[in-house]
Nanobody, 123 residues
Framework: QVQLVESGGGLVQAGGSLRLSCAAL????????MGWHRQAPGKQRELVAG???????NYADSVKGRFTISRDNAKNTMYLQMNSLKPKDTAVYYC?????????????????WGQGTQVTVSS
């Protein structure tokens, strides 16, 4: 089983910064890909940023140049540095991990979601 622990959300004024963290706990053999999604009230969940095992990144157009995704493989932790925040960035942010984990005498590939952390940007 994989547990994801998110932290770093909160209330910030427009133009401010926040850093989200997502730590993966469990019998993880490898993390194949990681990403952040967000869901604003009344809207569908959308991809914000992703990072592969090799470190390649991709971003939603709405956050390019403002958000940076990174990972610490030794700590099985992913980060999202969010700068120049705007009210439209207000949402619940979820981390998602694609991992290979130990199950019984073998390994499986699985996708897990964090519990979500609220980010609120005031104008």
């Amino acid at each position: 089983q994989v547990q994801l622990v998110e932290s770093g959300g909160g209330l910030v004024q427009a133009g401010g910064s926040l850093r989200l963290s997502c730590a993966a706990l469990g019998r993880i053999v490898s993390i194949n890909a990681m990403g952040w999604h967000r869901q604003a009230p009344g809207k569908q969940r959308e991809l914000v940023a992703g990072i592969t095992s090799s470190g390649s990144t991709n971003y939603a157009d709405s956050v390019k140049g403002r958000f940076t995704i990174s990972r610490d493989n030794a700590k099985n932790t992913m980060y999202l540095q969010m700068n120049s925040l705007k009210p439209k960035d207000t949402a619940v942010y979820y981390c998602v991990l694609d991992t290979t984990t130990v199950q019984g005498t073998g390994v499986i590939r699985r996708t897990d979601w964090g519990q979500g952390t609220q980010v609120t940007v005031s104008s």
